[in-house]
Every structure is written in C-alpha cells, then in structure tokens.
C-alpha cells in the first residue's frame, strides 16, 4: 500500500510543470524526448500510485509498455510512425490511460470527507485530464477526417496535437476564441459534450467544496452544546466520610443534587 497525505498535490504539481514546459522544449531540444518519455510514465503509474491498488497496475503495465514502444517507433521509423493506424493505436492508448487516471482521482477525492488541499488539487487534476483526454479524441478525429477542424494546419503530428489541446483547454472553459472551428458533425457534437462537462464539472467542483466546508462548520457547531452541557456540572475536591484521602463530588447546577464518586 502506498500512503501518503499529498497525493494528488504532488501528481498535480508535476502535470502543472510538463504542461508548461512541453511548448518550450520544441522536438529538436535534448530535453523533449526525456520529457514525453517521463509523462507517459506518469500515465502509467499515476492511477496505481491514487488508488494503490496491484490490480490498476496490472492494466496500466501492459498498454504502458506498448506505449513507450510506439514512442520509440514514432521516433525512429518515420515510415511507420505516419501511418494511419500507429496515430489511431497511440490515440485510443493515451484516451484509455485518461480515463483510467480520472476515474482514480474522482474516487480517491470523493472519499475524502473534510475540505483539503488533496480534494482541492484532485479536482484540478481532473480538469486538466478531461481536456487532454478530448484532445486525444479530437486529435483522432481529425487524423481519421482531415477537415474536420478548421484552423488545423498541415504541420507535423505533435503540432497538431498542441493545436488539438488548446482547442480542447478553450473549448472546456467555454472560451472559444474562434481561430479554431469544428466542421465535421461528429466534432461538432463532442465538442458539445465537451461544453457540457465543462460547466458541469466547475458547478459540481464548487458544490463539493462548499459542501465539505459546511460539513466541517456543522461538526465543530454539534461539539459545542456537548461542550456546554458538561461544563453545567461542577466539580469539586471534598472528603468522603469513612474513606481516607480525597474524593469527588459532582454537583448539577440545574437539579441541586449530590453525586459521590
């Protein structure tokens, strides 16, 4: 079992630092093999290290490997790596890990019955995981019907992945500047679903943390006449008749009587 109170706030960290540095490392730096390599093993094992639990690691293991193999092919067999099929294959792989990733950090977040920093960053790590996880879908989208987005160039295939994940990131925060345009009818609809989970997630995001913040209100509030109802009774140091040494006595307030001890 692995424990730790800062789970999600380490993983979330570490995702905040590739997002930023992956657009300036460009695919001629000697740091940008290393880094695509370290994200895709933080898909691998970001699921296991929230739900620590063999089993996740039994399914993340097997598409992880398969994975980093495509990644060395992407990297040195160009013939391979502009087919069709690799780009579909290493698509739905990384939709898979998405989704697998976020279904762990909703569970481990909904556990949590207080407001913390956990709860706090996990819900962000899931916001950030449902817009790549759509620009997984809108990247094969685009690769199966070219045309399908408007604004796309015809660049290499990780520029148009950044270009899908920034369509994504303005698409989930119902921004929409327009320099990027859906076309095709399956696009348009997902990105419609995509809208839709977006304000849904923020409104249920906030709801939980106002609902923990007044759980943790009402609890310390229920302490209180606990509290108050044992401070009514005084206690006080006496002797007791036939017993050496001190005893105890509790006098109530409200009933007037005597309780030896």
């Known amino acids: 079992m692995i424990s730790g109170r800062y789970k999600c706030t380490l993983l979330t960290i570490m995702f ?3 997002f930023a540095a992956n657009p300036v490392l460009d695919e001629e730096h000697f740091m940008h093999g290393p880094l695509i390599v370290i994200y895709y093993l933080f ?4 699921p296991y290290f929230i739900a620590s639990r063999v089993r996740v690691l039994a399914i993340t293991l097997p598409f992880g490997i398969a ?3 495509g990644k060395l092919l992407f990297d040195y067999s160009p013939m391979a790596a502009n087919t069709f099929a690799f780009d579909c294959f290493f698509g739905v792989l990384l939709i ?4 697998v990733l976020i279904t762990c950090v909703i569970v481990y977040t909904c556990s949590m019955r207080k407001i913390s920093l956990e709860a706090v960053s996990g819900s962000i790590m899931t916001y950030f ?4 996880c759509f620009a997984d879908i809108f990247f094969i989208i685009n690769r199966m019907s070219p045309g399908a987005f408007s604004g796309v160039g015809d660049a290499e295939i990780m520029a148009r992945f950044r270009d899908m994940l920034y369509f994504s990131f303005t698409t989930l925060t119902t921004l929409g500047y327009g320099d990027i345009v859906p076309r095709s009818e399956l696009a348009k609809r997902l990105v419609c679903i995509e809208v839709v989970t977006g304000v849904l997630f923020v409104a249920v995001f906030i709801g939980r943390i106002i609902a923990l913040f007044t759980s943790y209100q009402m609890q310390r ?6 509290n108050r109802r044992i401070s009514t009774y005084k206690v006080r140091h006496r002797s007791i008749r036939g017993i050496k040494g001190p005893g105890f006595a509790v006098r109530s307030r409200k009933k007037k009587s005597m309780f030896k001890v």
């Open 129 to 132: 995981m449902i817009a790549f």
């Open 221 to 226: 509030g229920l302490r209180r006449p606990v």
């Open 96 to 99: 898979c890990f998405d989704l």
């Open 67 to 69: 994975g980093i193999l």
């Open 16 to 18: 905040i630092i590739f």
């Open 43 to 46: 898909l691998i094992l970001a």
